[in-house]
């Protein structure tokens, strides 16, 4: 059966977890999400969707990317919801999303890894990271074996309060997110480069006197500040002090290739 998994990623997590499952799939691509604005025909038998959680919840690509999809009645659909420990309600919401559209979410996974929330902080100790890493590849290992079963679960999920309170925020935070790039500035070691307008996802970023311009279509991906090699992109006041974070086995030119499919 032919699989394809469908990545959003802005640090690399999501795409190193697409690459660990193929591993253990049968005739498995690897594509990057585009951000439709029009119907999209996909034919796979299976379609797997691996994305972070944003802000708890559903980023709009993925939204999009749901909306927009065009397949065969019978594709087996799961999906993989990366986080740094919190996926509360989001794959409930892909699951209702996805019903309103008429397919069915027959699996639905959350995966912890190290954080790219550099506004909350680092991505922590890298012992930390490895064992997140190590976690993360054997539960990989017991998704593909479930999906190759052609099993159907309930999808995971946060405890009941954590799902009311942080879908609350979520819906209030929504709207807000294209407006949230207002928090990012460069400083002194920005050289000009080009790397964050150039690993945009979104095409969110402009060049103006050899410095980046955000322009208000922000994902929060963290794209810009993390791939950044002068770490001269900041956002708000703490990002100074922190440490930058991608996944160690994804590189800026994986990243730039998502933008370019774009």
Not at 5 to 14: A, D, P, Q
Not at 61 to 78: A, G, S
Not at 175 to 187: H, N
Request: proline share 5%; hydrophobic share 40%; aromatic share 10%.
């Amino acid at each position: 059966m032919k699989t394809e998994l469908f990545v959003y990623t802005g640090t690399g997590n999501s795409l190193w977890i697409a690459r660990q499952l193929a591993v253990g799939l049968e005739d498995t691509a690897i594509k990057f999400m585009p951000f439709l604005s029009g119907e999209f025909e996909v034919n796979a038998d299976r379609i797997g969707i691996i994305f972070p959680v944003h802000i708890w919840g559903l980023p709009r690509r993925v939204i999009r990317f749901i909306n927009h999809l065009k397949t065969k009645p019978e594709t087996y659909f799961f999906a993989v919801a990366v986080n740094a420990g919190q996926v509360a309600a989001t794959l409930l919401q892909l699951q209702k999303l996805m019903s309103a559209q008429k397919k069915q979410l027959s699996l639905g996974y959350s995966i912890s890894l190290p954080s790219n929330y550099i506004p909350w902080g680092g991505p922590g100790p890298v012992d930390t990271q490895q064992r997140l890493f190590k976690n993360a590849q054997d539960k990989v290992k017991s998704i593909a074996h479930a999906i190759l079963r052609g099993e159907r679960q309930k999808v995971d999920r946060g405890p009941l309060w954590q799902n009311i309170l942080f879908s609350r925020i979520y819906k209030m935070s929504f709207r807000q997110v294209p407006k949230m790039d207002k928090k990012f500035w460069t400083d002194d070691k920005c050289n000009g480069c080009e790397i964050c307008f150039k690993v945009c996802p979104a095409e969110n970023i402009e060049m103006k006197n050899e410095k980046p311009s955000w322009l208000h279509q922000c994902e929060q991906c963290l794209a810009c500040i993390q791939w950044c090699p002068q770490e001269a992109i900041q956002y708000g006041k703490k990002t100074v002090k922190y440490r930058r974070y991608h996944h160690p086995e994804v590189t800026l030119q994986n990243m730039l290739e998502q933008a370019n499919a774009s």
